[in-house]
């Protein structure tokens, strides 16, 4: 058995938790980092599961904690990408009504977008066609986000981790079973051995509300799991949008919407997705793969209750989300967007990630914004959803700004 310490214990070595490492040692504030991380290998969850898309900072109402990351990361993450010659796709994004009743939406969004300090245009059905020939919008008005690009998230993880690595950060991966002494600041680990710290940070992504609670943070919040599938169109399939396609957004339900999304790779794949479907497990990615019964009826009764009183955009979210799952109710949302799509064009693709929502049990309602609490010696970062890969330098600095009193760094 054995003793370590170090300045900064960072649990999750996703995006989040990586970033934060990356911006301790770019800001020189502390060099003795540790990551710890459950999985064999990094990447296991949405940093390594998700569409890849860095957001350019449309949707986000201004003056929130995304809004004030959402560009900033953007832009850092894609220069980070470049000067590493990483695949990626500046493909921008089109966003179009589904609907006629949807268009003033547009300016909503561009609104936000504008004081976010992204670039957007309005463009007309003709320019629409121009890069989508077969994509249809229901007012004849779209909005051209430019700097939209696609990643390949893993790839991206894989080299942070591997610089961080040669910059001394060290990676503790495999360690699930682990107990902690808050008091005395030290983990104990499955295999007996202690690690002590200075300051611990909780970036544990879909698990992050309960590694909270073993730290007495957060009680009255819990992450309520949806999982997100993806299908794709076929090589073959005549129609291939060379850029992402997304329909305007209800911006009072917490997702996006189907949308079409190519890939970063030398031919582009395009996939369609992510539904969000209540999930029967954090991790639950495929079949009864780590299905939680007693979390999932509990969820399922809370949305149940949230649907009735119809509090937050639930109702519309399960009218116009929750069965998207189901083959023939995509394929209907994808023809809001290209009319000609088939389902003889659609395969469903191997990519699934579970998109966790933050629930806070003392307003009944979902969390819309990124939350980071404080505890003892210790910072926990709660809702690290959607865009928070794209804005994970940004946030990262944020995180630490927000942390650095406490901290207690050498
Ligand atoms: C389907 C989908 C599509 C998305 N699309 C986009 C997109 O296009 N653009 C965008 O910006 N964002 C997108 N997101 C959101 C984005 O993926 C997340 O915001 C981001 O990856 C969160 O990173 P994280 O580090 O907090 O979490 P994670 O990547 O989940 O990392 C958390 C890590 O903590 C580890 N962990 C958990 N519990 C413990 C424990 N007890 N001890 C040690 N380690 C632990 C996990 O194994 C994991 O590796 C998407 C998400 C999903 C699911």
Redesign the pocket.
Known sequence: MSNQSCGVLI?????????LAHQLLERGLASAITV????PE??????????????AGLYYKPGSVKAKV?VNG?NRLRAWVQERGLPLNACGKLIVPPRPELDSQLDVLAERGRANGAQVEFWDEQQLRELIPEARSASGRALWSPNTA?VK?ITV?RRLQQELGERGVVFLAG??G?TTDPQRRQLLLADGDTITYGHLIN??????D??AHRFEVGRHYSLLPFK?L?WQLKPDCPIQPRTNLYPVPDLDVPFLGVHF?PSADAIPVVSI??TATPAWGR?NYRGLDAVEPAMAAANLALLARQYLANRGGFRRYVHEQAFLALPPLLLRAAQQLIPGVRAEHLQLSE??????QLFNHTTQRLEDDFLCLPGQHSTH?LN?????????FALADLILDQALPTMNLP
Not at 11 to 19: D, E, F, P, T
Not at 384 to 392: G, L, Q
């Open positions: 649990v999750g070595g996703g995006m989040v938790g990586l970033s710890l991380e459950k999985e990094l990447g296991r969850h949405s940093s390594g599961r998700n569409s890849g898309v860095l957001h959402c953007a696609v998230p993880v360690q699930a682990w970036c544990a992504g879909l698990q992050a309960r590694v997100g993806y999304t997705g992510p991790e990519k699934v990630g579970i998109r966790s970062v690290a959803i959607s865009p928070a890969f794209t804005a994970s």
